[in-house]
């Protein structure tokens, strides 16, 4: 009896205080991960497009430096404002440049930096068609409008001379999800046609006219492959990695351009001499003559006011990292990057940081 | 454990007696294990609540600014934030209807065949590999959606259907593949496992005299399975239909992979749609603006709301038929 009475007290002392442990486990301060001392750790979250070679230039930065860790989350473009907005990441990452609105609603005032550059391109399946397709600017309009619906509308045929095009109802495919990729794609509609603008619009996802939604490049990829007469856009890394046959598109100064690395850093260059001082702008539809015309840059969002001074030297020491040598890290993971005009300008907006 | 301490308290402000019982029992583990649970239940109702009020808090702009029209309005305008969630609901509810309609029959049908009729061997053999289909992850049932079956569908069930049940709107319009008929489909093959496997046990639960019974009274082997054995299973039978039909409302990744993410509504089961959950998953991390998230948000109250009212319909399903089924008896 007597042993039976220690071994109940025993339980219920036993019980009673992993109740406690527990207690003091949730309600006390989190044991947080702090670094040590000597070692920084810089958080950013934000665009999921740029994430190969983020993770590589932070993975780079971090053995050229072992006191600076940066910690990176892929979590989209949105989230990498609502987070940087909130204060909970020392940087942000975005595929489109804030508008004026969530430039008003952020406390302190938000740099751009460009980082490297994206290209959108139209893939398609027309049985029977091998050949690459030139679209003009109406023709791309037109079909991601509903107005065009036959492949062998005038204005798809007017350009591919020697191509027999099918009277094939046309499939439109878009994103399903919202992408920077459907941001580039309907920016650039937007600047070509009066009429997407006023009906549809530019955003991450849209209110579309017509069309399936495949999920990711990969979705999308997949509908068009299945689908006779489908049409769809994805990324240029996706379809050079992937091995996509994709279409050429004029662009402003009247010659149809195969998107490429080369192409694509020379729609940058095109606008390097009008673009404004805080770098938010668009880059399609540019002037140059070799210039692909639906590409975009993805930007790193820094405020221009950081209270941690040692923060601000590594953020700055970093951004003239990533201009210089980091360049040079962008074209083997098949990304796009900047030229010269615009790294010279970014190195002038590091010096605004605080 | 403020609950434990208020308890103690209580004991300790009634005459001493109380107080010895109260500790005898606490000692013996019965109090304790009372508490620990009561605490554990009474999670349940914290989380539930709390969702309800975040998604509630989360959703004002939203709410504000549409208000009832939120439900019956069908644009879907992130650029110039006009939000309506009648296309999501449309899907939503087509799609699991679609899916609970071919899943029920064949689903309860397999269950009652491998309970009652089959083969213990075979039983336990068809069984485990149910159990392995509902572990499988929902991604995996949308890759060989849009790989495997969209292409079958397309090429070969769609055109037979239109040719033969054509004359009905059902059955109309272009063929794309991707369609809330597809979602219908795999969300099918998705619950089925669950009506199956949970049916089954219901069914073996059924006791050995239920049968005897109607066997002595003359009945055949299937007048006493489906006129004695099932109508004894029902409510557990529609406990299987609940729960599927709660996996079919909020599947995401198999559905948006097949749907075609089309918020429109459209007569034809051959036209592409979109479900409440897909478009949440689908355009939560790149939403911006305030109302936009707010929009989105509110979209989960609805499912939230859409859930509990065809939860409670099903049930009173269920209480009327047992209601019917003792009656009988």
């Keep these: ?354 | 454990m403020s609950d434990a301490t208020m308890v103690v308290a209580a004991g300790g402000a009634g005459s001493p007696s109380r107080l010895r019982a109260f500790l005898r029992r606490l000692r013996s583990g019965d109090e304790i294990a009372h508490l620990i649970t009561l605490i554990f239940a009474s999670a349940i109702f914290l989380i539930t609540f709390l969702l309800v009020y975040e998604l509630w808090r989360n959703s004002a702009l939203s709410r504000h600014r549409f208000g009832l029209d939120f439900l019956f309005t069908r644009t879907w305008d992130p650029v110039f934030e006009h939000f309506g969630a009648l296309p999501f609901v449309f899907g939503t509810v087509v799609t699991s209807a679609l899916a609970l309609l071919m899943a029920i029959p064949l689903g309860v049908g397999a269950a009652i065949f491998l309970a009652e009729l089959a083969p213990s061997r075979i039983s336990d053999a068809v069984t485990f590999c149910i159990e392995l289909l509902a572990a499988v992850p929902s991604v995996i049932y949308g890759l060989l959606g849009i790989f495997v079956l969209v292409p079958i569908l397309r090429t070969t069930v769609m055109p037979f259907l239109k040719a033969t049940l054509g004359f009905l709107p059902l059955f109309q319009g272009p063929i794309y593949g991707v369609s809330l008929f597809a979602a219908g489909v795999v969300l099918a093959i998705m619950i089925i496992p669950f009506i199956i496997s949970i049916s089954r046990e219901v069914l073996l639960a059924v006791p050995a005299e239920q049968r005897e019974g109607a066997l002595a009274l003359g009945a055949t082997k299937w007048e006493s399975t489906w006129k004695v054995v099932v109508p004894y299973a029902r409510v557990g039978i529609m406990g299987s239909i609940l729960l599927a039909l709660a996996r079919a409302l909020g599947e995401t990744m198999a559905v948006t992979m097949v749907i075609g993410n089309d918020p429109k509504i459209a007569a034809s089961l051959f036209a592409p749609g979109y479900s409440i959950a897909a478009v949440i998953a689908n355009e939560f991390s790149e939403a911006t603006s305030d109302l936009y998230i707010h929009a989105l948000i509110e979209l989960g109250l609805v499912l939230f709301l859409l859930t509990i009212i065809l939860n409670g319909l099903a049930r009173l399903l269920i209480l009327a038929t047992t209601r019917k089924a003792t009656a009988h008896a």
């Excluded at chain 1, 959108?120 to 003009?136: H, S």
């Excluded at chain 1, 990292?321 to 962008?330: F, I, N, R, T, V």
């Design chain 1, 1 to 354: 009896m007597n042993k039976r009475r220690v071994l109940d007290l025993t339980l219920v002392a036993s019980i009673g205080l992993l109740i406690m442990g527990l207690m003091t486990v949730s309600g006390g301060a989190p044991a947080s991960p702090v670094a040590a001392p000597d070692k920084m750790l810089l958080n950013g979250a934000g665009a999921t497009f740029p994430y190969p070679i983020y993770s590589k230039w932070f993975s780079d930065y971090n053995h050229l430096h072992p006191d600076i860790e940066i910690n990176y989350q892929s979590i989209g473009s949105g989230g990498g404002i609502a987070q940087l907005k909130a204060g909970t990441v020392d940087f942000g990452a975005s595929d489109m440049p804030l508008n004026d609105k969530m430039v008003g609603d952020f406390k302190v005032k938000v740099l751009h930096f460009p980082t490297v550059l994206g290209a959108v391109v139209p893939t398609y399946n027309i049985p029977g068609v091998t050949q690459e397709l030139n679209f003009t600017a109406d023709a791309l309009a037109g079909i991601y409008l509903g107005k065009i619906t036959k492949w062998n509308d005038p204005a798809i045929t007017g350009p591919n001379k020697g191509v027999n095009l099918p009277a094939q109802d046309i499939v439109v495919v878009h994103r399903s999800e919202g992408s920077g990729t459907t941001f580039v794609w309907t920016d650039y509609l937007c600047k070509v046609s009066k009429d997407w603008e006023t009906s549809v619009g530019r955003n991450a996802s849209v209110n579309w006219p017509v069309g399936l939604g495949g999920k990711g490049n990969e979705g999308v990829t997949g509908m068009v492959k299945q689908q006779p007469g489908a049409i769809g856009y994805v990324e240029l890394i996706y379809a050079i990695q992937n091995n996509i046959p994709y279409g050429r598109v004029r662009n402003s100064s009247g010659s149809f351009v195969k998107a490429e690395l080369s192409s694509v850093t020379a729609a940058a260059a095109g606008v390097a001499k009008s673009m404004p001082e805080d770098f938010r702008v668009s880059i399609t539809d540019s002037p140059g003559k070799a210039a692909y015309p639906v590409c975009s840059f993805t930007y790193l969002l820094v405020p221009t006011k950081i209270q941690d001074a040692t923060k601000a030297k590594a953020i700055k020491d970093f951004l003239h990292w990533m201009l210089s040598d980091g360049q040079k890290e962008a074209e083997p993971l098949t990304y796009a990057r900047l030229p010269k005009e615009v790294v010279a300008k970014e190195l002038k907006q590091i010096s605004m940081i605080e």
